[in-house]
């Protein structure tokens, strides 16, 4: 992999947040060289709490790759924010208009071009009421089916002792345990060259959440939910039978 080149706002960026979470976080750090890849990968990691998207940026950026992550095409549009976000080579992404196809090319070109796109197949942070992955949403199936890329699962443990995701909570404990783990890409050749119709789709994204939920399971311990019957689901369906 060639060494990571900054530009001085992402070198600005490191700077001011690094230190804050070396002091924040006692890290548990495994498996950065999945990471190293020579070229553009897809990082698709369980989402736990708001405070996720940091320690996976530390993790990504100590593993020797410059996280993209995508964001709200509205926050592009900030005076100020949007220009940084561009210049820290962030990806806008618009949501529930006719603009949003146009969404998988920036992620794809992204991709190509040799970066490190993360992609929270979750689309949220989970519902589930323990904490465990949750049935994802397609997008990281898409952008694999659309340009080859390996698919690199990456599972969180401790974030939501940082920011409590239940009931929005800040704690800024010093050295507050957390354990990021990088897998080796899943294996979906069995979809490769696969037109991208809701089932092929749906099973892609079902492979990589069950490989998420049993990395987490190694992490956290316990038995995980079935990863496609939320108990909430499940309590209504036999409430109504």
Not at 27 to 49: A, C
Not at 84 to 104: F, H, M, N
């Amino acid at each position: 992999m060639a060494p990571r080149r900054l530009g001085f706002w992402q070198w600005l960026a490191v700077v001011l947040v690094k230190p804050v979470l070396t002091v924040w976080t006692r890290r548990t750090w495994r498996g950065m060289e999945h990471l190293r890849h020579p070229g553009g990968v897809i990082i698709v990691p369980n989402h736990v709490s708001h405070a996720d998207p940091l320690v996976s940026a530390h993790f990504i950026h100590d593993a020797g790759r410059w996280p993209q992550y995508l964001g709200k095409a509205s926050l592009f549009r900030v005076p100020v924010i949007g220009w940084i976000l561009y210049r820290c080579k962030q990806i806008p992404v618009e949501r529930g208009t006719v603009e949003a196809a146009k969404s998988l090319d920036k992620l794809v070109a992204a991709v190509r071009a040799g970066g490190a796109v993360v992609i929270y197949p979750e689309g949220t942070i989970t519902r589930e009421p323990d904490l465990w992955p949750m049935k994802g949403k397609t997008g990281a199936a898409r952008l694999a089916l659309a340009t080859g890329a390996p698919v690199i699962p990456v599972a969180m443990w401790g974030p939501e002792k940082m920011f409590e995701p239940r009931t929005a909570r800040l704690r800024l404990r010093p050295r507050t345990p957390v354990t990021v783990v990088a897998g080796p890409p899943i294996d979906l050749s069995r979809w490769a060259g696969a037109t991208p119709s809701r089932v092929v789709l749906e099973e892609m994204t079902d492979t990589i959440m069950l490989r998420l939920r049993d990395m987490v399971a190694e992490i956290r311990g316990g038995t995980p939910p079935p990863l496609w019957e939320r108990p909430a689901r499940t309590r209504t369906r036999e409430a109504g039978e």
